[in-house]
């Protein structure tokens, strides 16, 4: 349309970005071991979909 506007889908994006992520942090968990501990794919998951995250948001650090 001309002149409309237009809305992000922020679900979908944080969708995607979440599914991104947990497929990075699992292949990062796994990729040196067989076995990851428990702490070690909490921690490669959540690094992971946090960075996939900031590819599609930023935050202003400003606010708490």
Known sequence: RKGG???????????????EGVAFGLHR????????TEDDLSMNLEREIMTAICEYLTFDETQD
């Open 29 to 36: 968990a796994f990729k040196h071991t067989e076995c990851p």
């Open 5 to 19: 506007k237009m809305k992000a889908n922020y679900y979908k994006l944080i969708e995607n970005a979440v599914s």
